[in-house]
């Protein structure tokens, strides 16, 4: 077995078992304790577990989102692979929001050749990515300058979130739950994301595979308002089939 299978495996197990010992998973992927002691550093580097005293456990919670770039590098492999399939789903003539982040970022990458394309956002690194397209009239909200993330939030934004409206939204999160479905951890951002959902006619939400499973402080929104998750194809099989079950259209890449 290949490390980065057996890694995902790994996850699988834990997550299905809450809990594991280092020599439980040995046990259980017939390799040697160092191995699975190596596997699970890099695991928790990546923010899908947290070891403990000879073992492991499921890190479900996400008390803060870290600055833009401390994230920018971080699973960069897949945030390009995610932004190029929520590309993918746009077209020429629509009107959409792109929310702030480092995947969402991706996703105006890949747009800067479209015609006939209205981009709103709030997040100042979109929109000079877009600076540039013939094609594209970009939108942006206003607000509070945030230096971390080069994002914009505040009443002048959701202001302006409440008076448009979109074909699409493409949000970026730290944590999106197969039961709790869109949770934060600041609750001064919670507002802006509801008005981009309430602004759209249907909701994407972009994540990497270490924001899904996770929880937050603040509930953004429940999974019946999600249309369609585009993640990582790491994301375990039985997590995916919750997501599906509760009406989320998952799109592996």
């Not at 390009?80 to 970022?105: P, Q």
């Amino acid at each position: 077995m290949l490390a980065a299978e057996r890694k995902m495996r790994i996850v699988e197990y834990v997550r299905q078992h809450r809990v594991a010992s280092v020599a439980d998973l040995a046990v259980e992927f017939e390799v040697h304790e160092a191995t699975i002691r190596r596997d699970l550093a890099e695991l928790e580097q990546e923010g899908h577990l947290k070891r403990t005293h000879g073992g492991v456990i499921v890190e479900q919670m996400t008390h803060n989102e870290p600055s833009f770039n401390e994230r920018s590098n971080v699973r960069l492999d897949e945030k390009i692979r995610i932004g190029k399939m929520a590309a993918s789903l746009v077209e020429d003539g629509e009107h959409i929001i792109i929310d702030s982040g480092t995947t969402t970022l991706q996703i105006a990458k890949n747009l800067v050749h479209r015609s006939n394309l209205t981009v709103v956002t709030n997040d100042i690194n979109v929109a000079a990515e877009l600076r540039d397209a013939p094609g594209v009239k970009v939108t942006v909200t206003g607000g509070e300058l945030y230096p971390s993330s080069y994002m914009l939030n505040g009443m002048f934004t959701d202001q302006v979130l409440r008076s448009i409206h979109v074909s699409k939204v493409f949000l970026g999160t730290p944590a999106i739950h197969p039961k709790y479905g869109l949770t934060h951890p600041e609750a001064q951002l919670v507002l802006a994301k509801q008005g981009m959902i309430n602004a759209a006619q249907e909701v994407i939400v972009v994540a990497d595979v270490s924001k899904v499973g996770k929880l937050s402080l603040h509930t953004v929104a429940p999974n019946s308002a999600i249309h369609t998750l585009i993640t990582g194809n790491e994301i375990p099989e039985y997590e995916k089939k919750l997501f599906q079950d509760s009406g989320v259209n998952v799109l592996l890449v």
